[in-house]
Structures are given as C-alpha cells and as structure tokens.
C-alpha cells in the first residue's frame, strides 16, 4: 500500500523511530521538552521501547536523519517508508510466522493439504495485514509471543510457555484479554497432577518463570518507584473515560440508546466494565480449569478475548485483533464460524481504514481472504449441525420446532457477507445527513457488534458441548 500513505500514520511510525534514540526518554515515560508524550509518548510496557530502540539505532546506521531530535519532526522519503515496513515484516518473519507455521503443522491433524490450506488462511487474515502495514502498528509482535505460548502449551512445554505469554504480556498491556485461559489452564493442570506432588512442582516451576520473566523486562525501571508507577500510568490512561470512537462493543452500541458516560461517573463506569467483563470471561474460564484440555483452552481463549473485547474499559477498534488471534486457531475446527468471525472483524475496524485511506487494500484483502479462504478450507461444504456443532442448541430451545440449522447458518452467512458488503459500499459512496455525520461508523460498529456477540454466545454453547469426536483429536499429555 506504498501510494497511501496518510500522514498519521508516518508520524505514527516516525515517533516509534525517534524517541528510540534517546534512551533516558524512553525509559522514563515522562513528558518533557525533548519527550513530547502528545506527539510520541509511549503507552505500551517495556518491551515496545526495547524494540523501539533497536529500530532506532538501525534506522540511525541507515540514515541519522530519520531519528535525529526534533528535527525528525515532519521527515518523510519514500526511502523512510520503506524503512519503516520492513521492520513489521522482519518482527513478522522472526516472530509472527513461524509460530503461525508450527501450530498450523504440529496442533492441526489432518492432511499435508489441509494443514497448508489452514497455513494460507491464517496468514491472510486481512485485519491484521491492513493495521500492522497500512495503519502501522507492531500488533503482531505481541500476538506472536502469545502464539508461540499458545504452541508450547499445546506440545506440553508449560516454563517455556509461560515466558513467551509474559513476554506478549509485557509487549502489550492488551493481552490480558489472554490472561484469564493461560491462568485456568496451567491452575487446572497442576491441579489434576496433584498439589501434593507434581502438580505443585509444575506450580512453583510455572510461578517462578514468571516472576523472572516480569523482572527481567521491568530491570530498567525497578531501580526508581516513581519510573515504574509512570510507565504503569501511561499503560493504564483510566482517565481517557469508558470508550472514545465507535467501537463494535457492548458500551459503544448501547450508547445510542443509553447515554452512558453521562448517567454513570468515571469510577462507576471503571466498575460496571470490570464486573461486565468478569462476568462474562466466568462460566468459559470455570469450564476451562475443571478440564484444562488443549480444544477446551482454544475455545477459552476465544471466549475470554470476546468477552473483554465487547465489556471491558476503553477498547480501542484494532483491539479486536486479540479475539481473531483465537478464532484463527478454530480454522481447521469450524473454518465456516472462523471465516465468518474474522471477514467481521476486518469490516468493524471499516471507520479507521477510510480514516487512513487505505480503501483499495481493504477492499483487495477482505474479497481475497474471503474467497481464498472458503475455496481452501471447503468451509460451505463442511457446515453440518455436527461440524458445526449445532446439537446443543437443539436442547436449549426445544420448546422451538426443529430446523436445519445448517441452512439456517449458510443462509445467515450470505446475508451478513451482503450486509457487510453493502454498508462497506455506503460508506465510500453516500454522504451522511447533516444532522446524522457520524451514521455510518454507528451503523458499521452496531451491525459488527451483533457478529461479535452472536460469536460470543456461539463458541461459549460449543466449549459446554462434548469435546470433538475425530480420532485424532490433539490432546494433552
């Protein structure tokens, strides 16, 4: 997407390049004249201005112009740009894919075809693709390490595990959406070893690997309270209120009928969103640590990542990143449900791609996925009520006459792509009343909401359903 380029973006980018320099700006997280938090503060953990440095010292090597102090400010060559993309493909290429590789060829069991098939899909998931290139974030970092936790827990490796979530943890505060099913899992497994013997071995081992791990990033910081207590501020910005643009959640959507932020005060809000999310993450994550197996963690995963996604405390709209990470593991399991999921996920974030001009890429890997991904994995073909796994529905509404609930989903399917599509169209080509300026971002956020919730609902019916009956279902050793 080299010809759209929009100029926050460049700033953006530049800022991560810049501050990276100067060392004692980065640490500290505190505003001064030569650290300009409204222009390039920090609001991630430390690993981000460990990894912003690194590219500023390169980009320093390259040419000292793009980092220099203040003068930097407003510096753009298509040379810069070009910098500036190759470092998300290289942390992709050293990070990202290959845990993308491994679990599609380790954790899925079925043929080779299949698993490349499944391979193909997840890295052209296009929401990701569109924030991390044309938006230009390091999104995929964070959710590499959590991918590669999720990998090692999947082959029984829990330490090693355990330091690569803390390290996605310690990239990006927003992957306590994760936290829950890591927690009730490795508590579930060391509870069904035994407390008294290896589970509490597996315990300590677990508890200590992480203390360490959380030392080791935060080392810099540890040596000055007030050091931490900022960066622990600026990673937490409670004061920004409950949500900021049309986001596709619960407290976004409900404010076109409930003017929320102005009955309820700040601390209220915080609290409301806390027991909202908690919640809603509960019967997923109880399910989870009473039988930790590796399909049930998946599903926690999804459900836990939804349910911070559409409850929790200022989400912003690329936030549901974090709940696609998850249903990308659920391709193989329910291709139709997690192509569904994630062609919504990429329209909800619609508002901020138009925002940075990056219409035409949208457009070219949104149909692109969406086709590729229905060609390859076979999903219209594979939507039975038993792949699907429709048959707890049946019991829940069984005063309801029985349908075909596999036709019913298809045709849902079609209806939503079209709803998708149409609304996209609207957005470019319509203009707004003027006293509706902001109708289509409302309409855009609404209608994914209603995806992300009826997902939610879905996959937390299916975690409480019998596990997968295939014989080669991976389980845990």
């Known amino acids: 997407h080299a010809d759209v380029e929009p100029r926050v973006t460049l700033r953006v980018a530049r800022r991560r390049c810049e501050m990276g320099r100067f060392v004692k700006f980065i640490f500290r997280y505190f505003n001064s004249t030569d650290n300009d938090l409204n222009y390039w503060g920090l609001d991630y953990p430390p690993l981000t201005a460990y990894h912003s440095l690194i590219c500023a010292y390169v980009a320093k090597i390259i040419n000292p112009e793009w980092v220099e102090l203040h003068k930097s400010r407003g510096y753009e060559s298509p040379a810069h740009k070009l910098f500036m993309r190759a470092t998300v493909l290289v942390a992709d290429l050293l990070i990202y894919m290959p845990a993308v590789v491994l679990y599609c060829f380790y954790l899925t069991d079925e043929s080779s075809k299949k698993k490349v098939s499944t391979l193909f899909c997840f890295l052209l998931y296009p929401g990701l693709i569109l924030i991390d290139y044309g938006h230009f974030q390091y999104n995929a970092v964070s959710l590499g390490f959590a991918l590669w936790a999720i990998l090692a827990l999947g082959l029984g490796w829990d330490a090693f595990g355990s330091v690569a979530f803390c390290l996605a943890l310690n990239y990006k ?101 806390l027991a909202s999310t908690l919640l809603a993450a509960l019967p997923s994550s109880i399910r989870l640590l009473t039988k930790p197996t590796f399909w049930q963690f998946k599903l926690a995963l999804a459900n836990s990542s939804l349910a911070f996604f559409l409850f929790s405390y200022q989400v912003h709209e690329k936030s549901v990143l974090l709940a696609a990470l998850p249903v990308c593991l659920l391709l193989n399991d329910l291709p139709l449900v997690a192509i569904w999921f994630l062609q919504a996920s990429t329209f909800s974030m619609l508002p901020l791609f138009l925002k940075d001009g990056l219409l035409a890429p949208y457009v070219v890997t949104s149909v692109g996925f969406l086709l590729f991904s229905i060609y390859l994995l076979s999903a219209l073909e594979h939507c039975s009520e038993e792949e699907l796994r429709l048959g707890a529905y049946h019991k829940l509404l069984f005063f309801l006459p029985r349908l075909d609930l596999a036709c019913v989903i298809r045709w849902k399917f079609y209806f939503s792509i079209a709803a998708m599509a149409g609304l996209s169209i609207a957005s470019v080509a319509l203009v707004p009343p003027p006293h509706l300026p902001d109708l289509f971002p409302v309409l855009v956020s609404t209608t994914a909401f209603l995806h992300f919730l009826g997902t939610f609902v879905y996959f937390n019916i299916v975690q409480f359903s019998e596990p997968p009956s295939r014989k080669s279902q991976k389980k845990i050793n």
């Open 173 to 273: 505060q927003m992957e306590l959406y994760h936290a829950l099913p890591f927690f009730c899992y490795l508590l579930g497994k060391c509870v069904k070893l035994g407390l008294m013997g290896r589970g509490l071995l597996l315990l300590v081992r677990i508890a200590s690997t992480v203390l360490v791990t959380f030392a080791l990033c935060w080392l810099p910081f540890l040596s000055d309270p007030s050091h931490a207590s900022q960066v622990v501020r600026r990673i937490f910005p409670v004061a920004r209120g409950l949500f900021e643009d049309k986001v596709a959640n619960t407290w976004c959507s409900l404010n076109i009928l409930i003017k929320i932020r102005s009955i309820l005060s700040t601390e209220s809000q915080i609290y409301l969103s």
